[in-house]
Structure formats: structure tokens, C-alpha cells
């Protein structure tokens, strides 16, 4: 599992954590971006994966249908989840199945790349987000448990504009509670075999 802030500004991590990428599949899942004006970083984020050589496929899990999203979850060889609203996300999630069948893929061996919201969603629970997004963006999300693949909080944008403030929200509220991992741009969360590191471009 790899989890990020910003996936274009630590792309070169990925390239050490997963060699001989090219030609690969990766499903990429932009769903918590379509309900933010602001979505600079899905392009950024698909125009990093084609650098590698990787093709792109595109899965909008709030449209798709079941088949469609079983198909492209299982076959392709990557997951891929972009930034954007994490209640919206989740709430997307969960009414597709695309939770199960994500959750199914990754307890196979398949790499998950998560960024920003895709990284907090894979959390135990995600009600400590809500300092960086709205859950009036999600109004059938009736509880915030997370997909609960790691046992930690991912907390992205760590003194990075314009999430500065909320994450020290976060940090404040929950940092005597919750397992908190806050991570910058230029960091990652390396997850394999139970073991969690921290990467960072000097």
C-alpha cells in the first residue's frame, strides 16, 4: 500500500516501491474529486502514473456499474484512488461495493495507491476529517467507519497551504486518542506486510 498527500510530488517513491511498472493497468478511481471545485490533482496525479508507462483506466464508482467496477477492480493491476471529499468518497464506496471488492484485492497482494482522501478513507474510521472536508457532501453516509485496512489515521497535507490549519485541527483534537500518521506533499506511507514506513523527497 502506498498513501499520500500528493502523488505527483512523491511519483518517484512509488517508482522504488514498485519496479517494472510499464505496460501494467492501474484502475483509477477520481470519485471523491467530483464534488470539489477544485481537482487540479486527478490530471496531475494520471499524468505522473503515464510517465511511468502505466495505463490508466479510468473508474467513476458513483456511475459504474457493478460489473464494471468488479471487472476493473479485479483485473487491473493496480487500485488507484484520487483526492477530494472522503465522506463522499466512502458514501460512493460503500453503496457500489467497491469497498468489498477493494478491501477483497488488497488482502490478495495488490498494491492500493492512495492519495489524500484515498489515503484517510483506508483508515479504521474517518470522522476526525471532517476539519478538511464537509460531510453535508455525503448526505446518505449515515456512520464514518473506514475501510479499516490499516490500523492507523493518515493525515494528509501536514503543514502544507491551504490544509495547514485543518490538519492541526485534526492533530490537536485527535492526537491524544487516535493513531495519527500526518504525512506532507513531499511524503509517503509505505505499507507492506504489516510494516509502516515514512518516505520523504529531500
Do not use: C, W
Amino acid at each position: 500500500m502506498f498513501l499520500a498527500s500528493s502523488f505527483k510530488d512523491v511519483a518517484v517513491l512509488f517508482s522504488d516501491f514498485e519496479e517494472n511498472v510499464a505496460g501494467k493497468t492501474v484502475t483509477f478511481i477520481p470519485t471523491a474529486s467530483v464534488v470539489e471545485k477544485v481537482n487540479f490533482f486527478v490530471n496531475s496525479g494520471k499524468k505522473a502514473l503515464g510517465k511511468m508507462g502505466l495505463i490508466v483506466d479510468v473508474l467513476e464508482v458513483s456511475t459504474a456499474s457493478n460489473e464494471e467496477i468488479a471487472q476493473k477492480l479485479r483485473q487491473n493491476d493496480f487500485i488507484y484512488v484520487t483526492g477530494g471529499n472522503t465522506f463522499f468518497l466512502l458514501q460512493e464506496l460503500r453503496k457500489s461495493g467497491a469497498d468489498k471488492i477493494i478491501t477483497e484485492q488488497i488482502a490478495l497482494g495488490k498494491t492500493y495507491i492512495g492519495e489524500s482522501a484515498g489515503a484517510m478513507v483506508v483508515a479504521p474510521n474517518i470522522e476526525f476529517a471532517k476539519a478538511m472536508d464537509s460531510t453535508k457532501k455525503a448526505p446518505e453516509l449515515t456512520e464514518f467507519d473506514g475501510l479499516g485496512i490499516v490500523e492507523f489515521y493518515p493525515v494528509p497535507h501536514h503543514t502544507n497551504a491551504p490544509f495547514k490549519k485543518a490538519v492541526e485541527k485534526i492533530i490537536a483534537a485527535y492526537g491524544g486518542t487516535l493513531p495519527l500518521q500526518p504525512i506532507s506533499n513531499k511524503q509517503a506511507i509505505l505499507f507492506e506486510n504489516d510494516e509502516m514506513k515514512i518516505e520523504s523527497i529531500s
